[in-house]
């Protein structure tokens, strides 16, 4: 186990420990653990470097200051390869995802004790990000249902367009739908 905290995140070596300390809260593996990937024996390791890297990014940039902000969490998922993100998406397996948990780049979390709403709201007047979705959440569930995905461009590519979304259910439709800013409903 090695703390490799002050390794900027764009030299991030090739070779690492699942233990090692990325930033001062979080630990190597915890960018790539999957409670579904375990239970159905999936393979979820970076594709590539520059995964690893972005994924370090987040961790330092959205993951750190929001335990520093709100205590102690484990995210729900950071990093996802394409076999997990198909068998969480229930796709076959040609199919190639465009999410930026692929790419090392999103992360979702749920606080205990922190409404969803609120933790949305919060990390968007204090974080940086590309996007931020407040995802399943539904009020008549109470105010800690679904969760919070944030994404986190790495410098040197594309812009992040600070974009915020709420993924909330639609009564006229049935079902969820993506609606601009974070609010609790689609007609809000």
């Known amino acids: ?38 239970r159905r024996g999936i393979p979820n390791r970076f594709a ?44 076959p397996k040609s199919w190639m995802s465009p999410s930026q948990h692929c ?4 992360c979702d979390v749920e606080i205990p004790g922190i409404a969803t709403l609120e933790l949305a709201k919060w990390a968007s007047e204090n974080l ?6 407040c995802e399943c959440y539904d009020p008549a569930q109470g105010a800690n249902a679904g969760w919070v995905h944030i994404s986190l461009r790495p410098p040197g590519g594309a812009a992040n367009r600070k974009e915020l979304l709420s993924y909330v259910r639609d009564a006229r439709r049935g079902g969820f739908v993506y609606v601009a800013g974070l609010r609790e409903s689609a007609s809000a």
């Open 48 to 91: 590539s470097l520059a995964h690893a890297r972005a994924a370090v990014h987040l961790c330092r940039n959205v993951l750190q200051p929001l335990r520093n902000a709100f205590g102690s969490f484990t995210p729900n998922s950071v990093y996802r390869s394409h076999a997990l993100e198909r068998a969480l998406k229930g796709k």
């Open 128 to 133: 940086e990000f590309d996007q931020i979705i």
């Open 1 to 38: 186990m090695a703390d490799l905290t002050g390794v900027p995140w764009n030299e991030w070596p090739a070779r690492c420990e699942p233990r090692d300390q990325v930033s001062p809260n979080f630990r190597y593996y915890e960018l790539t653990g999957s409670e579904l990937a375990q």
């Open 103 to 106: 790419l090392g780049q999103a």
